[in-house]
T-cell receptor
Framework: EDKVVQSPLSLVVHEGDTVTLNCSYE??????LLWYKQEKKAPTFLFML????IEKKSGRLSSILDKKELSSILNITATQTGDSAIYLC??????????FGTGTSLTVIP | SAVISQKPSRDICQRGTSLTIQCQVD?????MFWYRQQPGQSLTLIAT?????????ESGFVIDKFPISRPNLTFSTLTVSNMSPEDSSIYLC????????????FGPGTRLLVL
């Protein structure tokens, strides 16, 4: 059965800390892995990863995929209170099927 | 990117009743989906809303419980029928364009509480 597992489930850090969120998957016919940030209700897109070892970066956020280990990490450096959210990992299969992990709830304390 | 709106944004309903959630997109989109996010859980795909034909449901979801309409390329509805407290959840409409997975966008969601 296909599954996507994220860790940790929740995390509380202080402003300025660096965090690493993990996503591992067991999905047949993998196409891509996506990271979303969910504040309040609607998830917003962060990154799409298709190739192993190529880091994608956006400001203080970066992510990389390891297809051999079937995993991905999302790094956030110099965290701010505005980074508090649920971070969702999703894996895309053919036919526009997306499997989501349960998310990591990040709380950044001032 | 597509701009998606949902109505209602939230509702409190009595068990045994039904609620219809509307999803409106500001442009014609190829694909529309309905997801559910139960408390403390991740997003689970309910169905793909097909324009002009019956929706395609995922395992564990059936048309009698979650009838879906998609009369055109910009609008869809999801009805949660004969509700029970277990249906309390956030329901999200999503769209995707032809192309990569990064073209998937989510609506603001409808928070439903069933008493």
């Amino acid at each position: 059965e296909d599954k996507v597992v994220q860790s940790p489930l929740s995390l509380v850090v202080h402003e300025g800390d660096t965090v690493t969120l993990n996503c591992s998957y067991e999905v047949t016919n993998f196409r891509s892995l996506l990271w979303y940030k969910q504040e309040k209700k609607a998830p917003t897109f962060l990154f799409m990863l298709t190739s192993s070892g190529i880091e994608k970066k956006s400001g203080r956020l970066s992510s990389i995929l390891d297809k051999k280990e079937l995993s991905s990490i999302l790094n956030i450096t110099a965290t701010q209170t505005g980074d508090s959210a649920i971070y969702l990992c999703a894996v895309e299969r053919p036919g526009n099927q997306f499997y989501f992990g349960t998310g990591t709830s990040l709380t950044v304390i001032p | 990117s597509a701009v998606i709106s949902q109505k209602p944004s939230r509702d409190i309903c009595q068990r045994g009743t039904s609620l219809t959630i509307q999803c409106q997109v500001d442009s014609q989109v190829t694909m529309m989906f309905w997801y559910r996010q139960q408390p403390g859980q991740s997003l689970t795909l309910i169905a793909t809303a097909n324009q002009g034909s019956e929706a395609t449901y995922e395992s564990g979801f059936v048309i009698d419980k979650f009838p879906i309409s998609r009369p055109n390329l910009t609008f869809s509805t999801l009805t949660v029928s004969n509700m029970s407290p277990e249906d309390s959840s956030i329901y999200l409409c999503s769209t995707k364009e032809a192309g990569g997975a990064e073209t998937q966008y989510f609506g603001p969601g409808t928070r439903l509480l069933v008493l």
